[in-house]
């Protein structure tokens, strides 16, 4: 039985520029703030930075994995409030969990937390999934 307050397990993704390579790749987002790391701080960046919508991805992946499958996810928001900062050679953590703020018959709503080095990188995220599909 799912209560409201109840915490869902946090999950720790890696995220690394061989994972920002694929990402680009896959998306067709180049930018260069995301891999040339010159670049980057040249326009007032710490370093490399993630791709915010990989972020949000892997945010939604912990979201759909928890609930069973996409399938069930029926609202999935967020807003980027800081940059993972990937620097070259290193894996930093991406860390997702949430807490669970109202049940209505079979729909959970969900808090976000996603955290980089201990930086909060989303705000406002909040899911609605259905359980028992």
Known sequence: MIEVGASIPAHEFEVNRELLKQYAD?????????????FAKSVGL?????????????????????????QNVKEFS????????????KNVDLTVSATVLEVIGNKVRL??????QGVKVLGMA?????QGN
């Open 46 to 70: 710490p370093d490399v930075i993630a791709h915010g919508m990989l972020t949000m991805a892997l945010a939604g992946k912990y979201i759909s994995d928890w609930a069973g499958g996409s």
């Open 26 to 38: 896959a998306s067709g987002d180049h930018n260069r703030i995301h891999q040339d790391e010159a």
């Open 111 to 116: 808090e976000i937390s996603a955290t980089s």
């Open 126 to 130: 909040k899911a609605l999934v259905e």
């Open 78 to 89: 967020a807003r980027f409030t800081k940059p993972v900062v990937v620097p070259a050679g």
